[in-house]
């Protein structure tokens, strides 16, 4: 699920921070299994502040961050089924919703992290 106050495309697939499209949790996974993997990424992320200089508990945390992004679906293979490329990081105004983000108002856009 995306931050609340940043636009999320029409077919919730991405929301726009720091003016990029990134992927949101796929919809489909059942709240328990959205909710454990929140928690192993959450643990994951502390791992990465705290590892400090140790380069092998760096990459050990970022590898467990991977794998948490992509039991909820952010990262790897797309959640969806129709095809449609994985756009992600991609500024919206150079990708397949162009016209959605130009029909933003310019608050919106700014929540985006970008007012183009």
Do not use: C, H
């Amino acid at each position: 699920m995306p931050p609340k106050d940043y636009p999320q495309t029409p077919d919730g697939r991405y929301f726009v921070s720091k003016g990029r499209l990134w992927r949101t949790t796929d919809p489909a996974l059942p709240d328990d299994v959205r909710r454990a993997a929140i928690k192993r990424l959450m643990r994951a992320r502390m791992d990465v502040r705290r590892a400090g200089d140790d380069d092998e508990a760096l990459r050990e945390a970022r590898g467990r961050v991977q794998e948490a992004k992509e039991a909820l679906g952010e990262r790897g293979p797309v959640w969806w089924d129709d095809g449609a490329p994985d756009e992600t990081q991609r500024a919206p105004w150079n990708s397949s919703y162009a016209d959605w983000w130009a029909g933003l108002d310019a608050e919106a856009r700014e929540k985006g992290g970008q007012d183009f």
